[in-house]
């Protein structure tokens, strides 16, 4: 009797130990990163440690070289693509990067989780490669971009990041860093903006517990509280890559059931917002479903155009408008260059404008020294090619001067061989009426080729 007693206290004990991990893992790992930048930052001189790059970037007559990395293999083929498109174009031109000196683009093998030792150790590979700047997506929610930037900083080398919007990434008074991608706060803003064109009243939100995840829903939230008469009548969390979403769905239901919602705001990646989205339309709730940027991804149109989908109607928050002429010239060009089209080409366009920022900073002073370079780029850098439409300039602090997002919406329609496929199209003032009637009211075309 002693031994099943004493086996139960000890499985009792696994049991708290492993929800005690699972409850308070996301906190442990923002003390772990605060931790580390303050170790990494700590007694840190201005300007007193420097990269081989930075030291030769004005002696070498060679080639300039940066780093590009893509930490996961779903978009890292379109993000490659973008840099090699930048770095050949700028090659090709009369005076290449500055001063006849070509553009080197060296891809570096990226940790995969925000690990402080595993991103430490990948630094320190970078100091040793002579680059002059990096262009990284590192995932991890933004704590490896956090901690990547803190020991990079000591080397002084430029990180610029294309995807990483946590707010938290410029709020270290990092000297050379920057993200050519508007904040969460910016993101949070044409979301809630969406339900405030329509007067919604009630919404939730649903969002994944991890730093980025709960960043992001906290700023809808504050921004729904400020659309006259909106409550926020439903805030429920999941955890990453879960799975069974039939719980929440009935909680949501019951609340809807008792109080109609306008909307459902998600924050979270692709994994965890097809079967969210799957479970409700099949629950026949045709709420409106504003995602993230996150979301504007080719699988999530492959994931979701699988069977009759669930996805369509659908608003995510964009970056890159097709229908631009700017754009839609740099979309053609890929295509001719790759022989393959893309379900979306945000990840080439945001590659492709990193580079090409990073050179204007090059051409503007004529160097390759990274202080040179931050100079141009806090105050004075200017952004206008194929990629983007829009200028970009970046505040003293890293951040992108302006919001240069806007809404798409999940279309269906055929392609030139007969197939129904999901694409991102422009959201339009009559696909508003999914806020009132339902995701079955949008109008679908009949034909024509997606891209």
């Known amino acids: 009797m002693k031994k099943i007693y004493y086996f139960l206290l000890f499985c009792l004990i696994l049991v708290i130990i492993a929800v005690q991990i699972h409850w308070f893992a996301p906190e442990t790992s923002r003390a772990m990163v605060q931790s580390w930048i303050d170790q990494v930052m700590g007694g840190k001189e201005s300007g007193s440690s420097k990269s081989a790059a930075a030291n030769k970037a004005n002696d070498d007559t060679g080639p300039v070289r940066i780093g590009y990395g893509y930490y996961t293999s779903g978009k890292r083929e379109a993000f490659n693509n973008g840099i090699q498109m930048a770095v050949d174009e700028i090659n090709q031109s009369p005076n290449a990067a500055f001063n006849g000196r070509k553009l080197e683009a060296v891809e570096v093998d990226l940790p995969s989780t ?73 993101q949070a803003e044409i979301m809630a903006k969406a339900c405030a064109d329509v007067g919604c009243k009630n919404v939730g939100i649903v969002y994944v517990r991890s730093s980025s995840g709960e960043e992001l829903a906290g700023l809808l939230d504050k921004h729904v509280n400020h659309i006259d008469q909106a409550n926020v009548a439903f ?47 099949e629950f026949k709730i045709e709420v409106p479903i504003i995602l993230g940027v996150s979301q504007n991804d080719p699988k999530f149109l492959e994931i979701g155009g699988r069977g009759p989908s669930p996805v369509i109607g659908s608003v995510v928050v964009g970056l890159f408008q097709e229908e631009d002429p700017e754009n839609a010239l740099f979309i053609k060009e890929y295509n001719a260059i790759f022989k393959k089209k893309l379900p979306s080409y945000t990840t080439a366009a945001q590659a492709f404008d990193s580079v090409m920022l990073l050179v204007e900073a090059m051409r503007y002073g004529r160097s390759a020294d990274p202080d040179s370079m931050v100079s141009y780029l806090r105050y004075g850098g200017v952004l ?50 999914i806020f009132k009637k339902g995701v079955s009211c949008m109008s679908q075309p009949e034909s024509g080729a997606a891209h």
């Open 114 to 186: 925000p690990n402080p030792n595993a991103m430490w150790h990948f630094a320190q590979k970078i100091s040793e490669q002579n680059l002059v700047a990096t262009v990284l997506s590192a995932g991890g929610g933004g704590e490896n971009a956090i901690i990547g930037s803190a020991v990079f900083e000591k080397f002084r080398i430029i990180n610029l990041w294309p995807y990483t919007t946590t707010t938290k990434l410029t709020q270290h008074n990092f000297k050379y860093v920057f993200r050519n991608i508007p904040n969460n706060s910016a």
């Open 235 to 281: 805030y429920q969390s999941i955890y990453p890559e879960q799975k069974d979403f039939f719980p929440i769905v009935t909680r949501f239901l019951v609340k809807h059931k008792a109080k109609p919602m306008d909307a459902i705001f998600f924050s979270g990646s692709t994994r965890e917002a097809i079967p969210f989205i799957t479970l409700l339309r």
């Open 384 to 433: 206008a090619n194929k990629g983007k439409k829009n200028p970009r300039r970046h505040f003293p602090n890293g951040e992108i001067l302006g919001h240069d997002y806007f809404l798409q919406i999940v279309r269906e329609k055929k392609n030139k061989d007969g197939k129904m496929v999901l694409y991102f199209d422009t959201y339009r003032q009559e696909d508003q009426c």
